[in-house]
């Protein structure tokens, strides 16, 4: 992520996508970015002076509440790209985070 993001990061991640922000490890807090967990999950979100968005390599994340939580970001206004194609027989889609980085949204 870009610096001085957080902000943005934990209305996306926390807010938009109902991830719970972990606290960093004190010698860690000063480099930025956030910490985040959803289920068994950890996501860590590191700043990068010269950041450039990942639009192609993703993580992938298996949602238990999947049409819940597309509804949500609907709701929300975030653009959501469904794929036809079915992964191990389940739905999915792809989403942008804030910084333009690309993510991949599975239904459990």
């Not at 956030?34 to 999950?41: D, E, N, P, R, Y």
């Not at 992938?60 to 949500?72: I, S």
């Not at 975030?78 to 389940?90: C, K, N, Q």
Request: with cysteine; aromatic share 8%.
């Amino acid at each position: 992520m870009p610096p001085d993001e957080e902000r943005r990061a934990r209305a996306f991640y926390v807010e938009a996508l109902g991830m719970e922000e972990l606290p960093k490890p004190f010698e860690l807090l000063s480099r930025g970015g956030i910490w985040l967990k959803s289920g068994s999950v950890l996501l860590h979100l590191g700043v990068d002076p010269d950041f450039r968005p990942a639009s192609k390599a993703h993580p992938a994340l298996r949602c238990l509440d999947y049409d819940a939580l597309v509804n949500r970001l609907e709701e929300l206004r975030v653009p959501i790209a469904p794929d036809a194609h079915l992964v191990e027989g389940r739905e999915h889609c792809y989403i942008v985070d804030p910084f333009g980085n690309r993510i991949e949204l599975i239904k459990a």
